[in-house]
């Protein structure tokens, strides 16, 4: 259980171009999904939180008209990468978490999206 | 706010070797802790985690962990490490019980020599 989609696992496009990734929980409902950035041989960055149903937050730094985050349903967020340029390539991996109690504070994670932009 | 610090960037074991990647963290209060492992190109996989109770730990794939406070530590274990260990290895902590939200450390890169 607990498994977390995304699509598609590569992307190529051309600058100026917007590119939409998905992330689905596919076994259970994710309260919330995580949206995160991650450079070769770095860590994970946060780029945003986002809650079914409400406004993303979004971390220090990261230009919200520039990486749009939808949650519309329980199983289903999307990151817009919007006017895409060589810098935004990159690894994005998401995440969705679920409150329970057993639960609480797991994050299952995406196997992670990785975009050229040329 | 808290932070994770993984002082080890790059660590080479021979395989049937025993393996300690170190985690500190910094924290007020008793954190939610994670051990993630990435392959190249992969997302992460949840290795272990700590709530609470027994500071020792078990894991998937024979890795454990054990918590401690004294330390601010959450050191990663395991008897004897396979060919197939290699890849990269976050730690992770959380305080947030509503959020879920983690902060990551840089990363250790495990290489296992034959």
């Known amino acids: 259980g607990a498994v977390v989609s995304q699509h598609p696992s590569r992307v190529i496009c051309k600058s100026g171009t917007s590119v939409k990734i998905e992330c689905r929980s596919l076994d259970f409902q994710a309260t919330t999904m995580f949206w995160y950035r991650q450079f070769p041989k770095q860590s994970l960055m946060l780029m945003a939180t986002?809650?079914?149903?409400?406004?993303?937050?979004?971390e220090q730094g990261v230009e919200k008209d520039k990486f749009l985050i939808n949650h519309a349903s329980l199983t289903l967020s999307t990151l817009t990468v919007t006017s895409a340029h060589p810098e935004d390539s990159s690894f994005y991996i998401c995440?969705?978490?679920?409150?329970?109690?057993?639960?609480?504070?797991?994050?299952?994670f995406g196997p992670g999206t990785r975009l050229t932009v040329l | 706010a808290q932070s994770v610090t993984q002082p080890d960037i790059h660590i080479t074991v021979s395989e049937g070797a025993s393996l300690e990647l170190r985690c500190n963290y910094s924290y007020g209060a008793t954190p939610y802790l994670f051990w993630y492992v990435q392959s190249p190109g992969q997302g992460l996989q949840l290795l272990l985690k700590?709530?609470?109770?027994?500071?020792l730990v078990q894991g998937i794939k024979g890795f454990e962990a054990e918590f401690k406070r004294s330390q601010s530590s959450f050191n990663l274990r395991k008897p004897s490490v396979h060919w197939s260990d290699a890849a990269e290895y976050f730690c992770?902590?959380?305080?947030?019980?509503?959020?879920?939200?983690?902060?990551f450390g840089d990363g250790t890169t495990l290489t296992v020599k034959p």
């Open positions: 995440s969705a978490s679920t409150l329970g109690a057993r639960t609480y504070n797991e994050q299952f």
């Open positions: 992770a902590v959380a305080v947030n019980t509503n959020a879920g939200k983690s902060t």
């Open positions: 986002s809650n079914e149903g409400s406004k993303a937050t979004y």
């Open positions: 700590y709530f609470s109770g027994d500071t």
